[in-house]
C-alpha cells in the first residue's frame, strides 16, 4: 500500500510553467506518477509536458479531483501558495523550496492542522513510493520498490540510505523526506505512525541530522511503534561554529547536537546505525 503516494495519488504542480516545475514535471510524469494538473496563473489554458494548466487549485481540484500538490514557487510565494492549496481541498502540500521565513511556516502549520491536510517541507526533496509514485526531486535511480520505510531530514543522506538498500535487497515501501528548514510541516512521530500502521512496511529507517529538536521530540513515539526502528544521525563530527549547509542545521548549547539526537533515540530503543552498511545489518538482525 505504502504511504502519501500510491499509483491513485492525483498530483498537481503550482509553479508548473517555471524552470524547476515544468523540468520536474516531466521527471514525475515519465516515473509513472499521476500528475493530473498545474497552477500558474495567468496561463490557464495552456499545456506542460501535456497537463493542462489552470490559474487556481481550486479549478484543479474540481476538475479533476486532485489531492496533492507539489510546490515548485521562490519562497516569498509558497505562503500564499500553500494556504491557496489547503483551502481548496489538497490533503498533501510538498514545499520543495528552502528557506520559507519560519512566521510563514507557522501559519502554513496551523492552516493544515484546521484542514486535516498534511505539509512535507520546507526544503524538502519530496516523497516516493518506488514502483507508484515519485512527488518531488528525489533520484529515482537510487529507489527499488521493498518493505522498509524510511524518513529522513537530509535529501542526500536519503539517497544513500536508499541506495543502501536497493543493493542490499531490501529495497523501500515509501521515502519521506521531511527538509531542511528550521520549521516543518511535518515530524518524524508523524510519519512514524503512518509507516507503523502501513502493513506493507515491515520497519523503518529514521535519519536524522544535527539542529532543531525533531529527533529528539521523535524518541517518545519509538517505544509505541510495533516495527524495527533503525536510527542514525548526520553530523557527528560537524565542527563547532561552522555553518553546515541547511537552514535547520543550527545548535544552540548542547540543544540539536549529534550527541543529544543518538543519545535520545538509542534510550527510546531505536536499533542505531553508525554507518550506511550498519543498516542493511541491523535490518537483518530485527526481521530474521
Known amino acids: 500500500m505504502a504511504i502519501l503516494v500510491t499509483r491513485e495519488t492525483k498530483a498537481i504542480v503550482q509553479g508548473i510553467t517555471g524552470g524547476s516545475g515544468t ?3 516531466k521527471r514525475m510524469l515519465d516515473y ?16 506542460v509536458h501535456g497537463v493542462p ?11 479533476h479531483g486532485a489531492d496533492t500538490s507539489v510546490l515548485f ?7 500564499d501558495g500553500a494556504l491557496e492549496a489547503i483551502r481548496a481541498g489538497i490533503k498533501l502540500v510538498i514545499i520543495v523550496p528552502e528557506h520559507i521565513p519560519v512566521h510563514d511556516m507557522l501559519i ?13 517541507g520546507g526544503n524538502t526533496p519530496g516523497v516516493i513510493s518506488p514502483g507508484q509514485g515519485l512527488l518531488g526531486i528525489l533520484p529515482e535511480v537510487a529507489f527499488s520498490p521493498g518493505r522498509i520505510g524510511t524518513v529522513s531530514r537530509s535529501g542526500s543522506i536519503t ?22 528548514d528550521p520549521i516543518l510541516g511535518t515530524t518524524f512521530s508523524e510519519v512514524l505512525e503512518l509507516f507503523d500502521q502501513d502493513p506493507d512496511t515491515d520497519a523503518v529507517v529514521l535519519v536524522g541530522e544535527i539542529g532543531g529538536v525533531y529527533e529528539e ?18 553530523g557527528v563530527f560537524a565542527p563547532r561554529g561552522k555553518r553546515m549547509g541547511h537552514a535547520g542545521a543550527i545548535i544552540e548549547g548542547e540543544m ?9 533515540l538509542e534510550a527510546a530503543g531505536a536499533k542505531m546505525a553508525k554507518t550506511f552498511l550498519d543498516v542493511p545489518r541491523l535490518l537483518g538482525d530485527a526481521l530474521g
Open 108 to 120: 502554513i502549520r496551523h492552516e493544515a492542522a484546521a484542514h486535516g491536510a498534511m505539509v512535507l
Open 217 to 234: 521530540m521523535a524518541a517518545p513515539t519509538i517505544p509505541e511503534v510495533s516495527k524495527p526502528v533503525i536510527a542514525m544521525v548526520g
Open 256 to 264: 540539536g547536537t549529534a550527541k543529544s539526537k543518538l543519545e535520545a
Open 23 to 25: 523540468f520536474h514535471t
Open 73 to 79: 514557487l521562490p519562497a516569498r510565494f509558497v505562503l
Open 32 to 47: 509513472g506518477t499521476r500528475i493530473v494538473a498545474g497552477t500558474s496563473p495567468g496561463k490557464g489554458g495552456s499545456e
Open 159 to 180: 539517497y544513500y540510505v536508499a541506495d543502501t538498500l536497493t543493493y542490499s535487497g531490501y529495497g523501500a515501501s515509501t521515502c519521506v523526506g521531511l527538509g531542511g
Open 53 to 63: 494548466v489552470y490559474d487556481t487549485v481550486a479549478e484543479c481540484v474540481a476538475e
